[in-house]
Nanobody, 114 residues
Framework: QVQLVESGGGLVQAGGSLRLSCAAS????????MGWYRQALGKQREWVAS???????GYTESVKGRFTASRDNAKNMVYLQMNSLKPEDTAVYYC????????WGRGTQVTVSS
């Protein structure tokens, strides 16, 4: 059974930082590309970042230079370091495993106050 469990969300002031974590189980993590998505209240879920099995990363334009995705294959963990947070980053953040089918975590709330 595949499980993705996010943690690390919370309330932070604008300009602050948070580090999200996602613990994966039930997949061959080392060969699975992973992604981070977010969904703000009343909006569609949007892609934030991806990291390939080899560590290649990609980011949506609005977070480039502020967010960094990383992974630890030995621990089956993927991370999203978020710096210089803005109120518009407020959303529920989801971890995804790009498999067949894709798998999703339940999300962790990030709230950035102005």
């Amino acid at each position: 059974q595949v499980q993705l469990v996010e943690s690390g969300g919370g309330l932070v002031q604008a300009g602050g930082s948070l580090r999200l974590s996602c613990a994966a189980s039930g997949i061959i993590f080392s060969i699975t590309s992973m992604g981070w998505y977010r969904q703000a209240l009343g909006k569609q879920r949007e892609w934030v970042a991806s990291i390939s099995s080899g560590g290649r990363t990609g980011y949506t334009e609005s977070v480039k230079g502020r967010f960094t995705a990383s992974r630890d294959n030995a621990k089956n963990m993927v991370y999203l370091q978020m710096n210089s947070l803005k109120p518009e980053d407020t959303a529920v953040y989801y971890c995804a495993a790009y498999a067949s089918p894709n798998y999703w975590g339940r999300g962790t709330q990030v709230t950035v106050s102005s």
